[in-house]
């Protein structure tokens, strides 16, 4: 079973400029989160899809921040423009049941905001 | 702001001794705890998953959840080089039909050969 994959591993933009990040979940994963670590802090939260359905997108930091999953299968998440602060590790998670369930991570798609 | 709180180490451990992990987190209304490993550069990898008070072993795995003190703690038995990572200790809470992760900032396990 091929696991949460997320394109492009790595990302350097200039401030001002817009980056998308796309991510697929494992197959049959209804349950779609994007979570985002910035140096020497924890892992956040950004948002949850079910489905193609936003479930609860309190942890988007402001409207620079658009996520979509069309269709339900992959989601891509854009950044315009990009500012300094949005530098970091964008996580993003699935999961095949609603509830109480583990999360699995794909390897990040690190971005760098010059 | 509720947080789970873990010391970031460098915990350092010899080889083939136990390694102790500990994690507190702030919200009693949290039901579910799980304990990520991440190597550098690499994703967060489910190692252990535990939901009600007590211990639970899986391998040389074994996660402990006390709800009354708030307490997670994970110990690793005969430690190895290759467990040498970021461990990360995270809590999961249920609302209006999200259950968002909350996380620590991970302690760095260092088992030295």
């Known amino acids: 079973e091929a696991g949460v994959t997320q394109f492009p591993s790595h990302s350097v933009i200039e401030k001002g400029q817009t980056v998308t990040l796309r991510c697929d979940p494992i197959s049959g994963h209804d349950n779609l989160y994007w979570y985002r670590r910035v140096m020497g802090k924890e892992i956040k939260f950004l948002l949850h899809?079910?489905?193609?359905?936003?479930?609860?997108e309190s942890g988007m930091p402001n409207n620079r921040f658009l996520a979509e999953r069309t269709g339900g299968t992959y989601s891509t998440l854009k950044v315009q423009p990009a500012e300094l602060e949005d530098s970091g590790v964008y996580f993003c998670?699935?999961?095949?049941?609603?509830?109480?369930?583990?999360?699995?991570f794909g390897n990040g798609t690190r971005l760098t905001v010059t | 702001q509720k947080e789970v709180e873990q010391n970031s180490g460098p915990l350092s451990v010899p080889e083939g001794a136990i390694a102790s992990l500990n994690c507190t987190y702030s919200?009693?209304?949290?039901?579910?705890f799980f304990w990520y490993r991440q190597y550098s550069g690499k994703s967060p990898e489910l190692i252990m998953s535990i939901y009600s008070n007590g211990d639970k072993e899986d391998g040389r795995f074994t996660a402990q959840l006390n709800k009354a003190s708030q307490y997670v703690s994970l110990l690793i038995r005969d430690s190895q080089p290759s467990d040498s990572a970021t461990y990360l200790c995270?809590?999961?809470?249920?609302?209006?039909?999200?259950?968002?992760?909350?996380f620590g900032k991970g302690t760095k396990l260092s088992v030295i050969p």
């Open positions: 995270a809590d999961q809470k249920g609302g209006a039909g999200s259950y968002q992760l909350t």
């Open positions: 899809f079910v489905k193609e359905s936003k479930q609860d």
């Open positions: 919200d009693r209304v949290s039901q579910s």
């Open positions: 998670a699935s999961s095949q049941a609603s509830g109480y369930s583990p999360l699995h």
